[in-house]
């Protein structure tokens, strides 16, 4: 079993900064694939980036998030990061953590990963 614990959120100011932290547990050796997505209120949840755990380290990003957000994983310690910068208020979301056996899921996009955090709230302030 594998469990992917997500911190780092809270509340910004337009314009400023977060960073995000999710480090997976229990079969950690299982996991190639990480990824954050997020939902806003009534709306679909979206992919705002994700890595592979492999060596090339692929990463793949939401449009809305290019150029702003960096992902980043640090696999001795078997955590993922996000790093989030020019924060809009349109960020404001539940951004989740999801992990994957296969790091194929990296270049799909769809939220159809094998686990999942519970979320961390990220609101934007005007």
């Known amino acids: 079993q594998v469990q992917l614990v997500e911190s780092g959120g809270g509340l910004v100011q337009a314009g400023g900064s977060l960073r995000l932290s999710c480090e997976v547990s229990?079969?950690?050796?299982?996991?190639?694939?990480m990824g954050w997505y997020r939902q806003g209120p009534g709306k679909q949840r979206e992919l705002v980036a994700a890595?592979?755990?492999?060596?090339?380290?692929?990463?793949n990003y939401g449009d809305s998030v290019k150029g702003r957000f960096t992902i980043s994983r640090d696999i001795a310690i078997h955590t993922a990061y996000l790093q989030m910068n020019s924060l809009k208020p349109e960020d404001t979301a539940v951004y989740y953590c999801?992990?994957?056996?296969?790091?194929?899921?990296?270049?799909?996009?769809?939220?159809?990963?094998?686990?999942w955090g519970q979320g961390t709230q990220v609101t934007v302030s005007s």
């Open positions: 999801a992990g994957d056996r296969s790091p194929d899921v990296v270049s799909y996009g769809h939220p159809e990963w094998d686990y």
């Open positions: 229990g079969s950690i050796y299982s996991i190639n694939a």
């Open positions: 890595i592979t755990l492999t060596s090339d380290a692929s990463a």
